[in-house]
């Protein structure tokens, strides 16, 4: 079945269905809609011309102005990443008043019953809120269904403005048509709807957001990559690399408000599979095994960092930062060359409207979203060691003689003991979690030399953006513990007895 909603958000369509009544009216919203953007743009001066006009269009235009200081946000894909961390930003609880009019999230999961796992807070808050936030599943390969999350009117009647891209294939081992699929062509779908509402209504889209996880190859090990450093984006593998071009072909359609933020190693709230989290979870596994820990590659292999709260804290700043400008001067000031991937699959037989190599690099404004630390895995596990007090040391270069199909090996088997002491760990706990998302499992495939070196200064110097955790340290580790704790996903045990 193609875009069947959940129970929750059917409800709220119904719900509105009875308050707005059939068809026509719809219909009428959705001029009426129209209508009330072009008064923004062009009420001002027909006011001065009718008397009568004057005193219904000038209620009609405070109000919308009124209203329009809020802005309507629609949210694709990210239910596991960031929207419940985004929402409970932009909606914090009460008495504080929301940031927005309406956010609407849509992907590809139910909620009720979850089929992915979702933070208790964030379901609460689509049941208590929900005047304030809707989730929708639907499949978003199909265009109709992308059309109706534009379409269905927000509860003020106003367009949604402000959009976050999210979607994307981010697991490995598929072919190149899996990738096109569900990364390329969902995410030009997307972007095309968006240009298809500004066409319609003029400014209506204030700013489309997409983001990129840090599947790039960052090959020197003592440099911070920056947004316009071309040898910074290159992909290394196959999702990466269509998720690159998608970047490429929405960043080619013209005037689109359009960002992209990069996300270096993500850690923290509402998020599990994660770098930094692995390390510690590592840490208690050795700890519980009294054995010697030892991470592969080099104690300076860079592993920039950012907090999941910063990461959508960044997203919606630069959100903010575009909204006020037209795409041409956002390039001027964030502006960088997105070159091709040069990877074999992109042809035009197997995607037609994919950016060939040909054509050269596309120019999106662009920020890297990590904090204000070179994190290293020198530094990460400094702090997990401390926190732990466990000693942790590195295979460095004698990694390197294990390579392919050895790697994998070496990879595969101490996944399993590190599976099999961590399944102890969690049911050993007080109480038992034996469904905890927590899992220190490495994907062979996400266990290259790369490393995530990127320099973040244009998020401070151009968004002027505050970090809530500018770094990596006790206090950001001891927040997502605690955080773990309240969802009830954190074994306690004696390994960690920290509050
Ligand atoms: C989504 O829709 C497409 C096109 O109709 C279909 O091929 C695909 O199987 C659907 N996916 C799911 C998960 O239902
Ligand atoms: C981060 O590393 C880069 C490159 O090594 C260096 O230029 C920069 O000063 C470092 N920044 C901090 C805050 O240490």
Redesign the pocket.
């Given at each position: 079945?193609?875009g069947s909603q959940s129970s929750e958000a059917s409800n709220l369509m119904a719900k509105r269905a009875a308050c707005s009544g059939p068809i026509e009216v719809s219909t009428r919203q959705r001029f009426l809609n129209a209508f009330h953007l072009l008064c923004l743009f062009c009420g001002v001066s027909r006011i001065r011309h009718s008397p009568y006009e004057t005193t219904f269009l000038s209620v009609e235009f405070l109000s919308i102005t009124k209203m329009a200081t809020k802005p309507n946000v629609l949210v694709f894909g990210g239910l596991t990443l960031l929207a419940p961390i985004l929402t409970q930003q932009l909606i914090p609880p009460l008495p504080a008043e929301p940031l927005v009019s309406h956010i609407r999230i849509v992907d590809?999961f139910l909620v009720n019953p979850p089929t992915t796992r979702i933070p208790k807070a964030f379901i609460k808050t689509l049941q208590a809120r929900s005047d304030l936030v809707e989730y929708r599943q639907a499949?978003l390969?199909?265009a109709s269904v992308v059309s109706k999350c534009f379409m269905d009117p927000a509860p003020n009647g106003l367009p949604y403005t402000h959009i976050i891209d999210c979607t994307g294939e981010s697991f490995p081992g598929h072919e190149s048509e899996v990738y096109i699929k569900n990364t390329f062509n969902i995410a030009l779908l997307i972007a095309r709807t968006s240009a298809a509402q500004m066409a319609r209504v003029p400014g209506s889209i204030k700013a489309h957001i997409r983001i990129v996880v840090p599947w790039y190859k960052h090959p020197i090990i003592e440099k911070r990559y920056k947004e316009t450093d071309p040898e910074g984006w290159q992909p290394k593998n196959l999702p990466g690399a269509w998720w690159h071009e998608s970047l490429r072909a929405v960043g080619s359609i013209k005037g689109l408000p359009f960002v992209v933020v990069r996300c270096g190693s993500i850690y923290g709230e509402s998020f599990w599979t994660t770098e930094a989290i692995t390390i510690a979870l590592l840490a208690l596994i050795y700890k519980h095994m009294g054995r010697e820990m030892k991470l592969l590659w080099s104690p300076n292999q860079p592993k920039t960092c950012i907090n999941n709260y910063d990461f959508v804290g960044i997203i919606w700043k630069a959100a903010e930062w575009i909204s006020t400008m037209s795409r041409e001067e956002a390039n001027a000031i964030a502006g960088a060359p997105f070159p091709p991937s040069y990877d074999d699959s992109v042809t035009s037989e197997n995607c037609p409207d994919a950016i060939l190599a040909s054509a050269g690099s596309v120019t999106i404004p662009c920020f890297n979203a990590v904090d204000e630390t070179n994190a290293t895995q020198a530094s990460l596990s400094a702090v997990i060691s401390r926190m732990f007090g466990i000693e942790i040391g590195f295979l460095g270069s004698s990694a390197g003689a294990l390579e392919g199909k050895m790697l994998e090996e070496a990879i595969k088997e101490a996944n399993e003991v590190h599976l099999v002491a961590w399944s102890e760990i969690i049911m050993k706990a007080n109480p038992p979690v034996p469904d905890t998302p927590l899992m220190p499992y490495l994907p062979p495939s996400l266990v290259t030399e790369d490393g995530c070196g990127m320099d973040g200064e244009r998020v401070k110097n151009i968004l002027k953006y505050n970090f809530r955790y500018p770094r990596f340290d006790e206090r950001a580790i001891r927040d997502y513990i605690n955080w773990c704790r309240n969802e009830g996903i954190w074994p306690e045990t004696d390994l960690y007895t920290s509050a």
């Open positions: 079945m193609v590809k499949n390969t199909t």
